[in-house]
């Protein structure tokens, strides 16, 4: 009866007149993972998450979110699922204690556990001081904690979080992802979308989007080792003339700047890259060196998100 | 030279956005055209074709003549023909009329004998103005065209005031103001109430809780009747304690018309709050209703006295039919039996919008 997937997507699709905001998603969430979806805003990702909680009734397709099927009743989906919104959506003008007392009563939590389940999340999500403090008036990194010890409060056993660390600080952005592996090893399932690498590479899996559509999807490890390029590093002392001279190379796919590096992409099928991109180096005087380097995570949402025209050049 | 072209960078600014904010835009060349339309429609107090019954007990070719020509005034338009005084009453108290003409059966003899009225207008007294006109109608030439007639000038014409014999304004004025009031807070409140959630971003987080849309609405809408019921405890208690306003009739009668009135503006409110994207824009619709509100419903000016499409208009508005409610329940000691067409208005209203309101509602949450 139960499927591996707590979420299976098949040709999703949503369109805003003649704007496609998704475009045929397939996707497969195993349960119990923590699943990411890369892309840049206007990718896909808070329209996708929309259509998976029924918010948004899907133009095309269809999905099965815990056995629910979308398009169909979300009214059941609604009690097994926490939703994140990407701007904060609790009350502000009233306090810690009270939203999440608002939030059990909403969800119907048993009145005799309400008590002691609230007092459990002020204590695991660092909110015990704030508990009397308006929403409103806190800091970022503690309406995020706030945020997400009401998704949990009825323990779901799916969390759909859009873009939950776009407006907190790097501290606050590890403690939350802690916390997420924490709901993911007591059995959570966790759709995350995002549009920091370094969160990317935390999932176990994740989805890259791009103008809607699925670009390439698996481990991070599949999706480094997989990329379908070659990788190399170029140090050059004057970085701006050599991106210039190497960009100038037929069949280059991309070549990024970060600092006095450069890192530059060439389809896996040209042999001896690093030869080729040496010699025009040395041909236009420069004073530079490449060196072959392996995929990291930038790396492949480069390759896959690249333009097709740029692709085929 | 810096300075004004900075100054022109703002202006030109403003100009642009002010073109993009279409309803600001519409307030901009609605709003005077719109006050216009409605002062000038409603500030009439040359007041016409007042609903009129008579009570012809004399029934004589000069008693006839003589509404004959009363009529031809055109300030009055007689709608029905009684056989007592005591039925042009009932009328007055179901505010069916605001003039009862009374000729006694002994009309003829009391036109040669001046020293008592030869007719007795009962006038609906609450609102001064048609008291005043009713007044002017004494000063009527009448002019008899039977062969012994001379010029004895106006006839002895008695006016007899209902309702508000001291001719006092609050007496009139705070019955009204409470529709005026309700309307502003009930639409106001439920308007922004909603609006206000969606702009913070609470509305999506609620919909994606197990609350129903119908849930949602009634938890919203509830406080709001409670709070209007102690606005018009509040009212009435300033009312009767500064300005010595009376209920005249049941208090249970005047809330349940309350009742029937906040729900329709509440209704009114929610539907408002799908149509606004801002809370600035609530605000903007509200004025919209307002306005009409207080000039087409009769609260500043009669109904009566202003053309046929003026009163179209207003008999759309709630408020229009609520100071009929009240007016008659507090002054006139009349009964919700006596005026059930203004209720059924109410509840009507409040089902179409709440209706209108729901189906916009669930489209918003696709």
């Given amino acids: 009866m139960n499927s591996e997937f707590a979420i299976e997507a098949r040709g999703l699709t949503k369109r805003f007149g ?160 802690s916390a997420l592996f924490r709901l993911a090893e007591a059995g959570t399932t966790i759709l995350v979308s995002t549009h920091y690498m370094d969160e990317a590479e935390r999932c176990h899996r994740l989805a890259i989007l791009d103008h809607g559509a699925k670009v390439a999807d698996g481990t991070p490890a599949d999706l480094q080792q997989k990329t379908g390029m070659h990788v190399i590093e170029v140090r050059a002392d004057d970085p701006y003339r050599a991106q210039a001279v190497i960009s100038a190379i037929p069949r280059i796919a991309s070549v990024t700047q970060l600092g006095v590096r450069l890192r530059v992409l060439l389809p896996d099928t040209v042999d001896d890259p690093v030869a080729i991109v040496n010699g025009e180096l040395q041909g236009a005087g420069l004073d530079a060196t490449a060196i072959l380097s392996t995929a990291s995570l930038e790396d492949v949402f480069v390759a896959v998100t690249l333009k097709p025209n740029r692709r085929a050049a | 030279m810096k300075s004004l072209s900075r100054i022109m960078a703002i202006l030109r600014k403003e100009v642009r956005q002010l073109r993009r904010d279409h309803l600001t835009f519409g307030m901009v060349i609605g709003l005077p055209i719109v006050q216009m339309l409605l002062f000038g429609y409603a500030i009439n107090t040359d007041v016409r074709n007042l609903p009129t019954a008579v009570a012809n007990q004399a029934g004589t070719h000069l008693s006839r003549q003589f509404v004959a020509e009363l009529e031809q005034t055109q300030v009055v338009d007689i709608i029905d023909h009684v056989d007592s005084p005591q039925q042009l009453e009932g009328l007055l108290r179901q505010g069916k009329i605001s003039i009862g003409v009374h000729i006694p059966h002994d009309f003829d003899r009391r036109i ?143 809330y349940l018309a309350a009742t029937a009135f906040i729900a329709a503006n509440l209704s009114l409110g929610l539907f408002l709050s799908t149509a606004a994207k801002t809370q600035f824009q609530a605000m903007q619709m509200t004025v919209f209703i307002l306005l009409p509100s207080i000039l087409l419903s009769g609260f500043m000016f009669p109904f009566e006295g202003m053309p046929k499409f003026a009163q179209w208009l207003g008999e759309l508005l709630p408020n229009t039919h609520f100071i009929r409610l009240t007016r008659g329940i507090m002054l006139r000691d009349a009964g919700i039996g006596d005026l059930y067409a203004e209720i059924v208005f109410l509840i009507g209203f409040t089902i179409v919008a709440m209706t209108a309101a729901a189906l916009r509602f669930t489209k918003r949450l696709d």
Wanted: aromatic residues 6%.
């Fill in chain 1, 18 to 177: 003649d704007l496609e905001a998704v475009s045929h998603l397939h996707l497969d969430v195993p349960r119990g993972q923590i699943y990411g979806f890369l892309g840049p805003n206007g990718s896909g990702k808070s329209t996708t998450i929309r259509m998976l909680c029924g918010l948004l009734t899907p133009t095309e397709g269809s999905a099965t979110v815990l056995d629910t099927e979308i398009p169909g009743d979300a009214k059941l989906l609604k009690p097994k699922i926490g939703y994140m919104t990407q701007k904060f959506s609790l009350f502000g003008d009233m306090t810690v204690l009270e939203n999440l007392q608002f939030i059990a009563e909403i969800y119907s939590f048993p009145t005799r556990e309400r008590k002691a389940r609230i007092e459990e999340l002020l204590d695991r999500y660092n909110l015990v001081e704030q508990r009397k403090q308006l929403a409103g008036t806190m800091s970022g990194g503690q309406k995020q904690r706030l945020a997400l010890a009401c998704s949990v409060l009825h323990h779901p056993p799916l969390l759909l979080l859009d873009e939950p660390t776009s407006a907190v600080d790097p501290q606050s952005r590890r403690d939350f992802w």
């Fill in chain 2, 112 to 254: 040669v004998d001046t020293s008592r009225s030869a007719v007795h207008l009962l006038v609906d007294g609450s609102d001064p103005t048609i008291l005043a006109v009713a007044m002017q109608l004494r000063m009527m030439p009448v002019s008899f065209d039977s062969a012994n007639s001379v010029d004895r000038g106006p006839l002895p014409i008695e006016v007899r005031p209902y309702y508000n014999p001291e001719r006092r304004t609050p007496v009139n004025i705070v019955p009204g103001l409470m529709g005026v009031i309700l309307t502003m807070t009930m639409i106001l409140f439920t308007a922004v109430a909603i609006v206000r959630e969606r702009e913070r971003g609470n509305l999506e987080l609620l919909i994606n809780t197990p609350v129903s849309s119908a849930e949602l609405m009634i938890g919203k809408v509830v406080p709001y009747i409670l709070i209007g019921m102690i606005q018009l405890a509040l009212i009435l208690a300033v009312g009767r304690l500064l300005f010595d306003v009376p209920v005249r009739g049941s208090i249970l009668d005047l």
